[in-house]
């Protein structure tokens, strides 16, 4: 699977941006109380202009900016709900001291062989009754066909960050065109911050490939042993590439044990086609201060 590659943007062409002479006044400069500013104002311009900066040519403003939105784009994801949600069930679990009660049946055949010796009972043959509830694991698909700068690109980082901070260590994060690109597999362990920072990277080129990006999501989901399955698509859903051996996308959507699809608004018909046809939640966004309500509406 590929990994994500960043395109670089001139200052000359960052400039077309409304607020981008207030965020950068000078080459290699970054204001962050413009920033802010400008992010009460209008937060959808603002967050596309963030995401525009990481792949400026100036190497000094693009660090600053990569900087800047891994911790805006967390923080903004902080802000919806990041708990899992399901009910609760006893299960025997290894001892840990602040797991729980001991499980005396589990238990009680290192405690006789301990006694039978006259040794201490050793911690790792010990087994507790805990309340726990259901793991969810989440791969969430990003298009990247066509037009992916701007916008679709603050749209996606957000929507990365908050995925990964409802499932830190059991999530994965796939763009797809014509091919699957991994900015996170279900079983790299990788930083919230590091995750963000490949989806910015992300520039929009060819095709789009419905169907072979859930064949990926359901291949990384055949990774965790979680409870719950969740794919998330980000997509209007306009297949242009017939992947996947040719394969309708409904076909695969059915098989997963839940999809979510979330389309731009306006260019939402065929994404809601989809998701009608397959039983799938549905939702849209006008732009990435949007997208952690509409995952909290999914979702939850």
Same mark, same amino acid.
């Given at each position: 699977?590929?990994?994500?590659?960043?395109?670089?943007?001139?200052?000359?062409?960052?400039?077309?941006?409304?607020?981008?002479?207030?965020?950068?006044?000078?080459?290699?400069?970054?204001?962050?109380?413009?920033?802010?500013?400008?992010?009460?104002?209008?937060?959808?311009?603002?967050?596309?202009?963030?995401?525009?900066?990481?792949?400026?040519?100036?190497?000094?403003?693009?660090?600053?900016?990569?900087?800047?939105?891994?911790?805006?784009?967390?923080?903004?994801?902080?802000?919806?709900?990041?708990?899992?949600?399901?009910?609760?069930?006893?299960?025997?679990?290894?001892?840990?001291?602040?797991?729980?009660?001991?499980?005396?049946?589990?238990?009680?055949?290192?405690?006789? #062989? %301990?006694?039978? *010796?006259?040794?201490? !009972?050793?911690?790792?043959? /010990?087994?507790? $009754?805990?309340?726990? =509830?259901? +793991?969810?694991?989440?791969?969430?698909?990003?298009?990247?066909?066509?037009?992916?700068?701007?916008?679709?690109?603050?749209?996606?980082?957000?929507?990365?960050?908050?995925?990964?901070?409802?499932?830190?260590?059991?999530?994965?994060?796939?763009?797809?065109?014509?091919?699957?690109?991994?900015?996170?597999?279900? #079983? %790299?362990?990788? *930083?919230?911050?590091? !995750?963000?920072?490949?989806? /910015?990277?992300? $520039?929009?080129?060819? =095709?789009? +490939?419905?169907?072979?990006?859930?064949?990926?999501?359901?291949?990384?989901?055949?990774?965790?042993?979680?409870?719950?399955?969740?794919?998330?698509?980000?997509?209007?859903?306009?297949?242009?590439?017939?992947?996947?051996?040719?394969?309708?996308?409904?076909?695969?959507?059915?098989?997963?044990?839940?999809?979510?699809?979330?389309?731009?608004?306006?260019?939402?018909?065929?994404?809601?086609? /989809?998701?009608?046809?397959?039983?799938?939640?549905?939702?849209?966004?006008?732009?990435?201060?949007?997208?952690?309500?509409?995952?909290?509406?999914?979702?939850?």
């Amino acid at each position: 699977m590929q990994e994500a590659r960043r395109k670089t943007t001139s200052r000359r062409e960052l400039a077309q941006r409304p607020d981008f002479e207030q965020i950068s006044p000078e080459v290699g400069e970054l204001d962050e109380q413009a920033m802010e500013e400008a992010l009460s104002d209008d937060p959808d311009e603002t967050l596309t202009t963030l995401a525009e900066l990481t792949g400026a040519t100036d190497p000094a403003l693009r660090e600053h900016a990569r900087r800047l939105a891994g911790r805006l784009f967390l923080d903004l994801a902080r802000r919806g709900p990041s708990r899992p949600r399901g009910v609760g069930r006893l299960r025997t679990e290894r001892f840990r001291p602040d797991g729980g009660d001991i499980d005396l049946d589990a238990s009680l055949p290192a405690i006789v #062989d %301990a006694r039978a *010796s006259g040794s201490a !009972v050793d911690p790792d043959e /010990l087994f507790v $009754r805990a309340w726990s =509830t259901p +793991d969810t694991a989440f791969c969430l698909l990003v298009d990247r066909s066509g037009s992916m700068g701007g916008r679709p690109l603050a749209t996606s980082a957000l929507a990365a960050a908050a995925i990964a901070c409802r499932a830190p260590d059991d999530h994965s994060v796939l763009s797809f065109g014509k091919d699957v690109v991994a900015a996170k597999s279900q #079983d %790299a362990p990788r *930083s919230i911050e590091i !995750v963000v920072d490949a989806v /910015l990277a992300l $520039r929009g080129f060819g =095709t789009t +490939d419905v169907a072979g990006a859930l064949l990926a999501a359901e291949e990384q989901l055949a990774r965790t042993n979680a409870a719950r399955k969740v794919t998330v698509l980000l997509s209007d859903c306009r297949t242009t590439e017939l992947g996947g051996g040719d394969i309708d996308p409904a076909d695969i959507a059915r098989r997963l044990d839940e999809l979510v699809v979330i389309a731009p608004d306006g260019e939402h018909d065929e994404a809601e086609a /989809l998701a009608l046809a397959v039983g799938a939640r549905f939702a849209t966004v006008e732009g990435p201060s949007g997208i952690v309500a509409a995952l909290t509406a999914t979702l939850d």
